[in-house]
C-alpha cells in the first residue's frame, strides 16, 4: 500500500490516561473491552468500510458529517462507525481521573443555564438514565450560547447536525455492564459526581 494511502486511514486515537485511571467508577476492564475492543472496531470496521470510497481521505468529522447526509444504501454503515469512533474519542475526553466541580467560565455557563450545579447534574442525570436502549447524553450549546442537555440514539451525535458538544456520557451498555449491571442510575450519579472532565467542557465552549 503506498504511503498516502496508509497515511488515509482513520487511527484509533491514544486514551488520554491509563486504563485503570477511573477505577472504581468505570474499572480497568471496562476500558479494557470499552476502548481496546468496541472504540477499536468502530475505528478498523470504519476503515474497511471506506477504502475505495470519496470518504477515503476524509478527515473523521468530515466522514460523520457527509455520510449523515448520504442517502445511498452502504453510507449508514458507514455513518454509524465514523459517529461511533467520533463520539467514543469525545467520550474518553469527556473524563478525567480529577473529576468535581466546574470553575471559570463552564462554572458560569452552567449556572446561567441551569441554575447551578445540582440542577444540572438532576437534569443530565435524568436525561441519561431515561434515555431508552443504546445512545449518548450530552452537553451542548446552542446557537444563542444557551447550554442544553440533549440525548442521542445509538451511533447519533449533534456534530452531524451542527450541534456544538461540551460533554457527552455514554449510556450504552458495555460502557458500565461489567462494573454496574443493570444500575445505569447509580454509574450515572458517579460519573456525574467523580469524572466529568470540566476543563475539556470548558475549551469546547470558546
Ligand atoms: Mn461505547
New binding site residues.
Given amino acids: 500500500m503506498p504511503l498516502d494511502k496508509a497515511k488515509a486511514t482513520i487511527a484509533l486515537p491514544k486514551l488520554p490516561y491509563a486504563e485503570d485511571a477511573l477505577a472504581p467508577v468505570i474499572s480497568a476492564n471496562t476500558i479494557s473491552f470499552?476502548y481496546g475492543k468496541?472504540h477499536a472496531t468502530y475505528v478498523k470496521t470504519l476503515n474497511e468500510l471506506i477504502a475505495g470510497t470519496p470518504y477515503e481521505g476524509k478527515s473523521l468529522e468530515e466522514i460523520v458529517v457527509a455520510s449523515a447526509k448520504d442517502k445511498d444504501a452502504a453510507a449508514k454503515k458507514i455513518f454509524n462507525n465514523a459517529a461511533q469512533a467520533w463520539n467514543?474519542d469525545f467520550y474518553w475526553h469527556s473524563m478525567t481521573p480529577k473529576g468535581g466541580a466546574p470553575a471559570g467560565k463552564i462554572k458560569d455557563a452552567i449556572a446561567k443555564s441551569f441554575g447551578d450545579l445540582a440542577a444540572f447534574k438532576k437534569q443530565f442525570g435524568q436525561a441519561a438514565v431515561g434515555q431508552f436502549g443504546s445512545g449518548w447524553a450530552w452537553l451542548v450549546k446552542g446557537k444563542d450560547g444557551a447550554l442544553t442537555i440533549e440525548t442521542t440514539s445509538n451511533a447519533d451525535t449533534p456534530i452531524a447536525h451542527g450541534g456544538t458538544p461540551l460533554l457527552v456520557a455514554?449510556v450504552?451498555e458495555?460502557?458500565y455492564y461489567l462494573d454496574y449491571q443493570n444500575r445505569r442510575p447509580d454509574h450515572v450519579t458517579a460519573w456525574l459526581d467523580k469524572l466529568v472532565n470540566w476543563s475539556f467542557a470548558e475549551k469546547n465552549l470558546n
Fill in positions: 470499552h468496541h467514543h455514554d450504552w458495555h460502557a
